[in-house]
């Protein structure tokens, strides 16, 4: 479970309005700062202060805080705010991280997302960590997190498919009766993808507590195990036979077997709708030889 | 049956000895090789570029794909001057697996390679091709044993299995080393020397792009534009569209383009149902153009499960000469149906081209699949498993009986009835 949580690449927190991931983001960027790693932060959606509340005072003074929800257009122009808008911005915190074990995050993706080209961001998406890599001169795998929090709801399947295509891990928030799971799905670069199912809670003091699994009271745990699909259901032509087709197959007569019901039947007079009968009426001309009704002698 | 004589004279011969003497020929028709004092110099001089073969249907000039098993799927080969797109799996694992085959049959027959690609450096791509598996000693012993064995029971199988004979063989291990289509082993990475004594020009766009904001509609995106220039480049330096005629030795650059479409190009088709839909097509265009006046063969792989409009998925289709589709399982809910438990995914040959020639070239087995093992890649037809269930029951004749009764004694027509029978 803790190698799940040693998130490096991108890794995109997908939630929904039932379900929200900003407390897993803080609880994580906590998590990161704690094992001494630098922590930029890009706040697009929510006021500095309501999201520096909850850490407490060591971890906020070593967050690195940019802040585009005031002034996202720079129309104050104090000369603070970071140069090019949002991509500059970006661009910006890739060029003062130091070499060494980064996390970013950003929040939130989805507001990049509305307001960006969703090409040009995925362009700079790989750029950060590219770049990082060059001037750390580590293996790029290792050194960069950048924590994406994206809402569900609010792109079509383009932009997520997209994204999806170059996160390296996928957590999608869900959960049942108040119990909040992660789907995680780690896509390493030559390997199959792994998913994972995590039940957690974030405390309030922003550490993740991981249960092991659902809690009791909910619904029973849906089956890990798909059940097999059965390769003769399709098909045109029936292989099983249900109980009442099976007790019509059990009685019937064959065409050919000379039963006792048989032998009655063809001994009683047949019923006139059982046999069919031509009506003919002969016209004027037909030549009728009683002799010869079909008409095929020779004569 | 053209179809079973390019299958059986595909693995072992090379095109100057397709002539009488190979003991795999099952037809009468034979070309005729170069003679010794080559009457047709230009015949004799395209044979004799590395790695190629001219086609037994056609003559077209082909190049190994790299996997033995998809050249035979798509008649013998790739042609040159032609594009092979590959539709990648959802998480693309498998196509990047052929890319690497690709590239790798490139490097040991000593093609010139071009590889481009916006997500990963070309250098690194090349640091992860696999290794060829070229023992020599043991191929040499290999062809001895199934000589062998063919001359010993080649009357047996005459008597009791002939017809067997006529089924397309489809090669599921390592049978010859041959100049045309190596195996590859994935496990293992190319030797460093190999890669270092190959040819290589590498494209990565975010090292030549200068500006990556701007994308004008109705026209090529600045990635595309930079590539072309970058292909056409290469392509009228080193000669390979014959402007350099004191190049006496020809050679054929293999173009490998990975990811094309996806936004990493700066293309936003992949993100939005009405982006600029004409970029990518126009690529496609002009790439033809090019690659149809050189000596190159080109394979795409492009995301198309990312494709949000699916009329650009058959436009880029119809711009492409072959198209191979790959779809993994991995899940998806097929991973559980135990007809494909044995397989890692399907392949789908979407398009073959018709290249002089007014007639396809294609295989008659349409259910393919492929499986991963440690080391090689396989094709396989899909074979549903037999079903040894004990609660399987035949239906049998009196359902037949029980629904034509009731239609009456003087109806002809098959049952229709309550069942769903079909014969």
Known sequence: MESVLALRGLVLLRDSVEWEGRSLLKALIKKAALGGEQVHI??????EEEFRAGFDSSINSRLVYYDLFRDPLNWAQTGEALPGGPLGALQAMCERTDPGPVTVALDSLSWLLLRLPCAALCQALCAMSRQHACRGGGPAAGQLCV???LHRELHGPGPMGALSSLAQTEVTLSGTAGQASAHILCRRPRQRPTLETLWFSVLPDLSLDLQGGPPLESQPHPDPHTPQVDPASHLTFNLHLSKREREAKDSLTLPFQFSSEKQQALLRPGPGPATSRIFYEPDAFDDLDPEDPDGDLDV | MAAVATCGTGAGSTGSVVAAGSKNNVTSFQRRGPRASGSDSSYSRLVSIAGTRPSVRNGQLLVSTGLPALDQLLGGGLAVGTVLLIEEDKYNIYSSLLFKYFLA?????????LVASAKEDPADILQELPAPLLDDNVKKDFDEDACNHKTAESNIKMKIAWRYQLLPKMEAGPVSSSRFGHY??????????LIEASKWHGFFFPEKSSSTLNIEPCSLTHGYIKLL????????????DGSNPQKKQKNILRIGIQNLGSPLWGDDICCMENGNSHSLTKFLYVLRGLLRNSLSACMITMPTHL????AIISRVTNLSDTVVGLESFI???????PL???YHGLIHIRQIPRLNNLIYDVSDVKDLAFKLKRKLFTIERLHLPPDLSDTVSRSSKQDLAEPSKLLGPGCGVMAGGKKHLDF
Do not use: W
Not at chain 2, 307 to 310: C, T, W
């Open chain 2, 331 to 337: 899940g998806s809910e097929r991973e559980t149906n």
């Open chain 2, 340 to 342: 494909y438990k044995d």
């Open chain 2, 307 to 310: 494709i949000q409009n699916k």
């Open chain 2, 229 to 240: 220039q970058f292909i056409q480049n290469i392509i009228y330096e080193e000669g390979f």
């Open chain 2, 105 to 113: 049959e490139g490097i040991i027959n000593g093609h010139t390679l």
């Open chain 1, 42 to 47: 890009l706040g697009c959606e929510v006021s």
């Open chain 2, 184 to 193: 590859y082993d994935a496990s293992k990475k190319m030797p460093q020397e």
């Open chain 1, 147 to 149: 924590l994406g929090l």
